[in-house]
């Protein structure tokens, strides 16, 4: 039988969950086994968003989807059509030709999201691992590695990794208070030389801040630096043109933009100067950038869900940024005191980082359980931390401990912005009033 701490989510009760009512016996209970009405699906199939009933928990409204989107039906099916038949991708036969051409199909069509050649894209179990690659290979020569405050754990923890004998050799860009690098700290960082790769993200996960890769891309080259972006919460978001931004290597995760999870890829560039430096040895897979029988039913998925992103591209930025925006200004006029993170002029469309001054965010969200958003602090390894990127912004611990993160997405519709604006109205009411009584 599983103890109830099996399936207790994150959070943990504090003095705040006590005063709304949360005993420690029941305060993971309450809120996340209430039932909720269904919320209709018909305005997405009207506005053209297929989702089947599956896809989304009835009654949840999910405004999370920097953290995972709903995989789209064009991946479910082809990542399904592949599990159905047999077959390596490596293997002569004719059903491992088959697979290796479901694979070429999916290859292609990442690499046309992307606008890049087919042959310059590794596939790997995520952007985690496209991450370490492109970083542990750039500097296995040696060299210094440069990133900003506000990178995603999967570079941050990775750079502090391979510079840990040597902590001179991790340069850390700081960010402004709308969490933009400014050029002049790169172009200080490399003017000490020796600069073996530049990682900066091209959206941040957290504030929706988006990066001017195209300049820095243009320093690092001018110093000799490789330059990597971790683009996993912009592809499929935003057109990314390869061809336009000169980065050499981009990581990507597929079920950011509505793929399976644990598939993503690694961009390198053709021609660039990469030492050879595999994390995984083996077989010859992936130019033996990447040994191991591949994932054929995770990357037919990922390439379905890129042409799937591709294909909507112009329509879904405009709708999910009108959706945002109108999430956005509701709960500002009308709870007031709130602070939105992160520069309002480079965002991502789906994003918006919300301090509620005066109202916790665990309780904030703990008290709206219909609704899937998210803190704006790292709570991965159990222990809620204040966010690094807020932190990083000059914002304070008990502003970042009062921010949420919603993330909208190419599924979500009007009805799911009604109801985490009512939902989020009453939570923080709420929560300001059960801080405001004296104990
Ligand atoms: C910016 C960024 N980089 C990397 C990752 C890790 O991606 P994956 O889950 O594919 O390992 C994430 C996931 O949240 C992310 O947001």
């Given at each position: 039988m599983h103890s109830p701490n099996a399936r207790k989510p994150r959070l943990r009760p504090t003095r705040i969950h006590r005063q709304l009512g949360?005993?420690?016996?029941?305060w993971w209970k309450l809120p996340h086994r209430r039932e909720q009405p269904p919320v209709a699906q018909t305005d997405q199939r009207e506005a053209g968003w297929i989702v089947t009933e599956r896809t989304l928990d009835s009654g949840l409204t999910y405004l999370d989807y920097n953290a995972t989107a709903p995989m789209r039906p064009e991946a479910r099916e082809a990542a399904l059509a592949s599990m159905e038949t047999v077959g390596n991708?490596?293997?002569?036969h004719r059903s491992g030709r088959d697979a290796a051409q479901r694979v070429d199909e999916a290859r292609r069509q990442v690499a046309d999201l992307l606008n890049c050649?087919?042959?310059e894209i590794i596939f790997t179990s995520g952007a985690t691992e496209a991450n370490n690659l492109a970083l542990r290979a750039a500097h296995s020569v040696g060299g210094t590695v440069i990133t900003s405050t506000v990178e995603h754990p999967a570079v941050l923890e990775t750079a502090k990794n391979l510079t840990a004998?040597?902590?001179?050799?991790l340069r850390l860009l700081a960010v402004d208070a709308d969490g933009l690098v400014d050029i002049d700290g790169l172009h200080a960082a490399l003017s000490a030389g020796d600069v073996a790769i530049v990682s900066l993200m091209?959206?941040?996960?957290?504030?929706?801040v988006l990066t001017d890769l195209a300049p820095l891309a243009e320093a690092a080259h001018a110093a000799g630096a490789l330059f990597h972006t971790d683009a996993t919460q912009m592809v499929g978001r935003l057109p990314f043109d390869l061809a336009e931004v000169d980065v050499d290597l981009l990581s990507l995760s597929a079920h950011k933009f509505g793929g399976p999870q644990g598939v993503g890829a690694l961009f390198v560039r053709r021609g660039?100067?990469?030492?050879?430096?595999?994390?995984i040895f083996g077989g010859g897979q992936e130019r033996g950038w990447r040994a191991g029988t591949l994932n054929v039913a995770g990357i037919t998925g990922a390439g379905a869900a890129a042409a799937a992103a591709h294909r909507g591209l112009a329509e879904e930025i405009a709708r999910v940024a009108r959706l945002r925006d109108l999430l956005e200004s509701a709960l500002v006029e009308q709870l007031g005191d709130c602070r939105i993170n992160g520069s309002l002029d480079y965002r991502l469309p789906g994003v918006t980082s919300i301090t509620f001054h005066g109202a916790p965010a665990d309780a904030v969200l703990t008290a709206m359980p219909d609704v899937a958003a998210s803190e704006g602090s790292a709570c991965s390894s159990g222990a809620p931390s204040p966010s690094h990127v807020l932190l990083a912004m000059g914002r304070s611990r008990e502003e970042a401990d009062s921010t949420v993160r919603f993330s909208l997405g190419y599924a979500s519709t009007r009805a799911d912005v009604d109801q985490a604006i009512a939902s989020t109205i009453r939570a923080v009411r709420q929560v300001r009033a059960a801080l405001a009584i004296p104990i």
């Open positions: 949360f005993t420690v016996d029941n991708a490596s293997s002569a050649s087919p042959g004998t040597t902590p001179d050799a091209a959206g941040n996960n957290e504030t929706g660039i100067a990469l030492p050879y430096h595999p994390l």
